[in-house]
Nanobody
């Protein structure tokens, strides 16, 4: 079992930056691949980014490539999402998720085993 707690959301103007954090409980954080998803009002939850257990492999949704960076610190049991050049379309509740890992990164929501409660990101125009 792992518990995930997101933080770092807030209100920011378009073009601004935010850094989301997701702190995980337990001593096996490094055995999980991690992902970030988001859900905008009236829309389904969608994949944003994922990172391998070691942090050596990452994958992004096309629309955030070059603007968002996922990283992790296994010593601190934390995964991050640095979001730059934010746009109003990035407004959503952002969730982190953990996957009991194979070596394959995935964008598929149902393949993640644990979820945080979400943190709101609002980008004003």
């Amino acid at each position: 079992q792992v518990q995930l707690v997101e933080s770092g959301g807030g209100l920011v103007q378009a073009g601004g930056s935010l850094r989301l954090s997701c702190a995980a409980s337990g001593r096996t954080f490094s055995s999980y691949a991690m992902g970030w998803f988001r859900q905008a009002p009236g829309k389904e939850r969608e994949f944003v980014a994922t990172i391998s257990r070691s942090g050596g492999n990452v994958y992004y949704k096309d629309s955030v490539k070059g603007r968002f960076t996922i990283s992790r610190d296994n010593a601190k049991n934390t995964v991050y999402l640095q979001m730059n050049s934010l746009k109003p379309d990035d407004t959503a509740v952002y969730y982190c998720a953990a996957r009991t890992s194979s070596l394959i990164l995935t964008t598929i929501e149902s393949q993640y085993d644990y979820w945080g409660q979400g943190t709101q990101v609002t980008v004003s125009s």
